[in-house]
C-alpha cells in the first residue's frame, strides 16, 4: 500500500521517536530557546553549548508526536560539532527537504535526516518536523522568547 | 370508520442512507477511499437544501435588508426574518427580538461578556465557567475580568467529566455575578445538567450563559423550558453555513445592555449630538448582515426539523454506544470523557502514540477527525495530556464507518508496532 505512510513512519524514525537521544532538560547551556506549536501544544526546549563558534552540545527537552521527535533527536545529532554558520545551512537545506523545495540548497550533508523526507508528502505535518529547528534558529538568534510555529 | 391518527407519527422512519444522499460532499473520495467525516464537533457538512437555499438566495432574493424601498430589498428582508422565525421555533424562544444574529457563537459570548459585562461588573465581582469551556467561553470573560477587576471562578469536573455540581454549588454566592457553562463539553462530551445549574444560580438571581453549539445540531431545546437567560449556537454545526450564528437573550436583559457595535441598522436616530438607538434585535445587528448565511441557516433547520432531531438524538445515541465498545475493544485505546450523560462524542488517547500521528494515519484511510487540544487547552491539562483524538458524530454517520475508524486504529498500530 503506497499512501505514503510507510515513507513517513519508517523505522529509523520510529526508532528516533521511541528512544530520542540528547533528551532531556540539560544543567547548563549557554542558548536555550523553546518552540511552541499553539495548534496541538506541542512543545519543545532546545539547549546549546557553543564554543568559539562551535555547537558543542546539544540536548532537548519536548512533549511531541513521532515525527517532531524525531527530527528534533536526530537535529541534535547532526549540528554537534558543527559551526553556527553550518548549523544554520544545515536547518535551510533541511526546510527545503520537508517543504518538498526542488531548488539545490548547499550546505552540510544531511545524512540521516533525509529519512524524513517523506515528510514533504504531508503539509499539515511540516511543522512538526521543523518545530525544534525553528527552537534552535531561535536560540542561535539569542531570542528568548517563545518560537513558535503554526 | 373514523382512523385513529392519535400518537400516530407521520414523518418518514429515519433513514440514514436517504440522509447520506442529501450530502453531496459524502460521496467524494479522499486519497483514492470513501470520506468517513467524523470532525462534526468541528463543523458539520451540508445537505443540498441548505447548499440551494444558499444559491436561491443570491440567483432569485438578494439585496441589502431593511434598507430598500424596491422589490428585491423586501424579499431578501422577508427571506432574512422568516430564518429569524424558524431560529425562534428552533428554540421555543418566546419573541424574535430575542433572537440577535452574530457571527458565531464565539462573537455572541464576546457580546454578552462586553455588553453585559461592562454594564454589570465591578472589581471583586466573581464570573462562574468550568474547567471544560472552549476556549470561546474562557478568553472573553478573561478580557472583561481585566478590564472590570472581575474574578473567573472555574467549576471542576470529575475523573470521568462531569461536572462537579457540589463544586458549583458551593460556588454560586452573593458575590457571582453570572454563570457561563457549556450545555455539551466540546472536547469530553459531556452533557451537563443544565436544569440544575440554572435552578441553583436563579436561587442567587445569577443569570446563566449556556454554550449550545455542540447541543444544538444533537438534541431539542427549548429557552422558555430552560428559563436559560443567555444561549449561543453556531450556524456551520447544526448543517448550515460558517460565519452565521445565534445570540437568544431573554428580551429584559438584552433591553437592558448597551449596543456591542454601532453602526448602520441598530440606529433610530442619529445627530452628532445623541444618537438613539434601534429596538431589539436590531440593537444588536449593527451593519449589512449575512444575509445568506442567515437564510442558509433557516434552511439548515427546514432540514433538521423535516428528520426529526428527536430521531437524530436517537440514531446519534445508537452510534456512541456502539462506537464506544468498539474502541473499548482497541489495545492500549483510553477514553477520555465518560460521563454518563454524553452526547456522541468519542475522544482517546493511545499509549505511547501521539494522537498527530493517528490523525495522520487516519487521514490516509479518508477517516477525518480532529486531533489535538480542541480549543479546550485547561481540559487537556486536567488530565495532563497534550491532546486527543475525537471522533465526532453526525446525523450522516453509520455503524459500517464506525468499523473504519476501528480498522485505521488497527493500522496505526501495525505502523507504530
Redesign the interface.
Known sequence: MN????D??QEVI?DHS?NPRNFGPAEEADLTAQGNNP????RVTIFLKIDDDMISAAQFDA?????SLASASMMTEMIKGKSIEEAMALFRKFLALVTGENSVVSGPDLAELTTLSGVSN?P??VK?ATLAWHAMVGALNGIDEDVKTE | MATKLENTDLRPAFDVERIRQDFPILSEKVYGKPLVYLDNGASAQKPRAVIDAISAVYETEYANVHRGVHYMSQMATDAMEDAREKVRTFINARDIREVIFVRGATEGINLVASSWGRKNLSAGDEIILSVMEHHSNIVPWQLIAEQTGALLKVVPISDNGSLDMDAYAEMVCAKTKIVAITHISNSLGTITPVDEIIRIAHEKDVPVLLDGCQAAPHMELDMQALDVDFYVFSGHKIYGPSGIGVLYGKEKLLDAMPPYHGGGEMIDVVTFEKTTYADLPFKFEAGTPHISGIIGMGGAIDYINMVGIDKVAAHEQDLLEYGTSRLCGVNSLKLIGTAPQKAAILSFVMEKIHPHDVGTILDREGVAVRTGHHCAQPVMDRYDIAATIRASIGMYNTREEIDLLVAGLERVQEIFG
Do not use: E, H, P, Q
Open positions: 499512501d505514503g505512510l510507510t513517513l513512519y520510529l521511541r495548534l496541538c501544544g506541542d512533549r511531541g508526536c513521532a515525527i504531508f499539515t505535518r512538526c
